[in-house]
């Protein structure tokens, strides 16, 4: 089985610029999630999307955002970018489903590295 | 979510088996213990997670103390691969969630396991 697939491994935007990064997760699976991760935060955790609607949520602004199409591909987006939104972007999938959906591990992609000039 | 707390660091000799501990003194009966790596430039990498009992499988073992306040991770015989950082984590049981909120995982510091050659 492919695992979770993320594309563009690398990007470079300037400041007040807005960016988009797409992840294909593990086939049959129907979650995803959004972290990020910075040297000084360490992994923190954006949001999380299951059958096109956002589930759970982090604690980050506005300016993230996420969402989950039919085929259960997902695209975050964030807007008005800053220098500190340089980061490793990563993306997990699971089956998600079912009441104990938190007994089903989370399977990670290897990430985008934005870096904000 | 409980807090996990692991030592910064810790060496192991190539083929011995690696003993990384986790305390989670305040953990509550609804929380399963989840266990990641991360190897550098790469995504996490799911390991291994449980709740009460002790669980193999043919990555590592992870042992629970019966009162749940700490566990261990066991890689049986370690390999320069396993040269990597990892995290201990706990993730309440979406039974009990109470929603509204993130039930991201909750990534802290980590070990960093060197297996020295």
């Known amino acids: 089985k492919a695992g979770v697939t993320q594309t563009p491994r690398y990007l470079i935007k300037t400041r007040g610029q807005q960016v988009t990064l797409s992840c294909s997760p593990i086939?049959?699976?129907?979650?995803v999630s959004w972290y990020q991760q910075t040297p000084g935060q360490g992994l923190q955790f954006l949001f999380e999307?299951?059958?096109?609607?956002?589930?759970n949520k982090g604690n980050f602004p506005g300016r993230f955002s996420g969402r989950q199409f039919s085929n259960s591909r997902s695209e975050m987006n964030v807007s008005t970018l800053e220098l500190g939104d340089s980061a490793l972007y990563l993306c997990?999938?699971?089956?998600?489903?079912?009441?104990?959906?938190?007994?089903?591990?989370?399977?990670f992609g290897d990430g985008t590295r934005l870096s904000i000039l | 979510d409980a807090k996990t707390t692991q030592p910064t660091s810790m060496d192991c000799a190539e083929g011995r088996a690696a003993n990384l501990p986790c305390n989670h003194s305040?953990?509550?009966?609804?929380?399963?213990v989840y266990w990641y790596r991360q190897i550098h430039s790469q995504g996490p990498q799911y390991i291994i997670h449980?709740?009460?009992n002790n669980e193999t499988n043919e990555m590592a073992s992870l042992i629970i103390t019966e009162d749940r306040k700490s566990s261990t991770l066991i890689l049986p015989h370690a390999t320069l691969r396993d040269t990597a950082v990892y995290y201990c984590?706990?993730?309440?049981?979406?039974?009990?969630?109470?929603?509204?909120?993130?039930?991201?995982?909750?990534f802290g510091k980590g070990t960093h396991l060197i297996i020295q050659p």
């Open positions: 997990a999938s699971s089956e998600g489903q079912g009441e104990d959906y938190s007994n089903q591990p989370q399977h």
């Open positions: 086939s049959g699976h129907r979650s």
């Open positions: 999307y299951f059958s096109e609607t956002q589930r």
């Open positions: 305040t953990i509550s009966g609804n929380e399963y």
């Open positions: 449980g709740l009460k």
């Open positions: 984590i706990v993730r309440v049981s979406t039974i009990f969630f109470t929603g509204g909120g993130a039930d991201g995982l909750t």
